[in-house]
């Protein structure tokens, strides 16, 4: 029981170039959501899914994208990456949404050039 | 949606002693209340939470008191020890949020 596996773990982009942080998770969790971490801002949500198919905005989702086709994977898109968005990701899932706990990969470290 | 203020956002006690962290929320209907710890370059990992049925939970050195008519619930670590160094995020979610809010997170230093 692997949990929730991010990929990769690090990654450094030039300004402009797109990518796709993998999150996938094998507890059978409706609930997915992803994270970005930033000094002194604590946890700040991107988009989340309740659902294969079901997909919503955080609070701060510009400039990323995401989609759920299956239960056990949600991939977050940087269409066009920017230096703003250098930051540490997290994937976390959950059983039952916000009253469950979240279980958190171990991050992403993305650095934007 | 919620609104989760979490302080302090440091706090540094020297080893033995005890550290007290709050958090308030805003949305009356949050039921659910989950400390996480963050090591340095680690995940966050939930080491204690409390559902509103209940006042206090413990966990050897660790508790979660709620005070739901106030809206806050705090994080209490007794007899604290070097490896308690962390950031630990509060959370609560909005009444029918699918999603928990976090607070910003305290750095707690612990010195030997």
């Known amino acids: 029981n692997a949990g929730v596996t991010q990929t990769p773990k690090f990654q450094v982009l030039k300004t402009g170039q797109s990518m796709t942080l993998q999150c996938a998770q094998d507890?059978?969790?409706?609930?997915m959501s992803w994270y970005r971490q930033d000094p002194g801002m604590g946890l700040r949500l991107i988009h989340y899914?309740?659902?294969?198919?079901?997909?919503d905005q955080g609070e701060v989702p510009n400039g990323y994208n995401v989609s759920r086709s299956t239960t056990e994977d949600f991939p977050l898109r940087l269409l066009s990456a920017a230096p703003s968005q250098t930051s540490v990701y997290f994937c976390?899932?959950?059983?039952?949404?916000?009253?469950?706990?979240?279980?958190f990969g171990d991050g992403t470290r993305l650095s934007i050039l | 949606g919620e609104n989760v203020e979490q302080h302090p956002s440091t706090l540094s006690v020297q080893e033995g002693d005890s550290a007290v962290i709050k958090c308030t929320y805003s949305?009356?209907?949050?039921?659910?209340f989950p400390w996480y710890k963050q090591e340095l370059g680690k995940r966050p990992q939930l080491i204690i939470d409390?559902?509103?049925?209940?006042g206090e939970k413990k966990d050897q050195r660790i508790a979660v008191t709620l005070n739901k008519t106030a809206k806050h619930f705090s994080l209490h670590i007794t007899e604290t020890q070097p490896e308690d160094s962390a950031v630990y995020f509060c959370?609560?979610?909005?009444?029918?949020?699918?999603?928990?809010?976090f607070g910003r997170g305290t750095s707690l230093i612990v010195h030997p």
């Open positions: 976390a899932s959950s059983r039952q949404g916000g009253n469950q706990p979240q279980h």
């Open positions: 507890m059978n969790h409706e609930y």
């Open positions: 899914s309740v659902g294969a198919g079901i997909t």
């Open positions: 949305d009356s209907a949050s039921n659910y």
């Open positions: 409390i559902r509103s049925n209940v």
């Open positions: 959370a609560a979610p909005s009444g029918g949020s699918y999603i928990p809010t």
